[in-house]
């Protein structure tokens, strides 16, 4: 009876307050924020949360990190606390629903959610508060905000060229997947690390090995391996200088 007397007292304060109370056992030495289903490989559809706290004194320690790349919900479980108590870790987002809503989305000791899939652009806010153990909660909250992109996809295209404009047929990198320039591939929107070769050598028909030598990129840059930023169907160029080989003469070729 005193139990049901428990939970029918703390039944309102689940109701009005967002900073909602543990009430299964929470003893433990850590705390930790397991990722339920995650595979790997490429992450497509732009949700990553990391969000980090540390155990010290009046602070605690918590780690959210979701990397989603199929269109299956994932889950994610918190375990046992370092504290008493945590209260509630939970987060607003933008669901792609026909008339896009606000929703709440809160994470209990123990318990497994599931995080929505799909969202829209805007900004995810986490807040995480704890209990101390004589119950008196942390103060201030903690909140982190996050920005939450949407999955899309644009055409990159790598060309290789001489000086003189003419087409060069190299190995290229585009965030780390290799390819023979010119290449087009499907990234998702944002940032993309591309690489093309400082030098490369060739043994042409005329039986002279010959050396390229990057220059630059189309728009200036003189790093072979740079970042470009991806948001719409994009197109660069890498140009090379052409010389023979150092350690051959053009009297004397080199035959292979």
Not at 56 to 67: A, P, S
Not at 130 to 155: C, L, M, N, R
Not at 228 to 249: C, D, G, H, L
């Amino acid at each position: 009876m005193e139990r049901l007397k428990a939970l029918l007292m703390l039944f309102p304060l689940l109701l009005n307050s967002a900073l909602t109370v543990c009430v299964f056992p929470c003893q433990a030495e850590e705390y930790e924020v397991e990722i339920v289903s995650v595979e790997t490989g490429r992450y497509v559809y732009g949700m990553w949360w990391e969000i980090t706290r540390f155990a010290q004194k009046d602070t605690f320690w918590v780690k959210v990190t979701l990397r989603n790349n199929t269109p299956e919900p994932k889950t994610v479980k918190i375990a046992a606390s370092a504290l008493d108590t945590l209260r509630s870790i939970f987060c607003y987002m933008t669901l792609s629903t026909v008339l896009p809503a606000t929703t709440e989305k809160t994470y209990y000791l123990g318990e497994s959610t599931p995080i929505p899939q799909y969202v829209v652009p805007g900004t995810c806010q986490e807040h995480v508060s704890a209990e101390k153990p004589d119950g008196t909660a942390y103060s201030p909250e903690a909140i982190t905000q996050f920005t939450v992109y949407p999955y899309i996809e644009y055409s990159l295209t790598i060309e290789t060229r001489t000086n003189y404009g003419a087409e060069l047929n190299l190995p290229v990198y585009i965030d780390g997947d290799g390819a023979t320039s010119p290449t087009t591939q499907n990234v998702i929107q944002g940032e993309r690390i591309v690489k093309t070769p400082k030098i490369f050598l060739t043994l042409e028909n005329n039986g002279i090995i010959y050396q390229y030598v990057f220059r630059n990129w189309e728009d200036g840059s003189t790093a072979n391996i740079r970042k470009v930023s991806v948001y719409e169907n994009t197109t660069i160029k890498a140009y090379y200088i052409k010389f023979p080989a150092r350690f051959q003469t053009l009297n004397r070729p080199l035959k292979l």
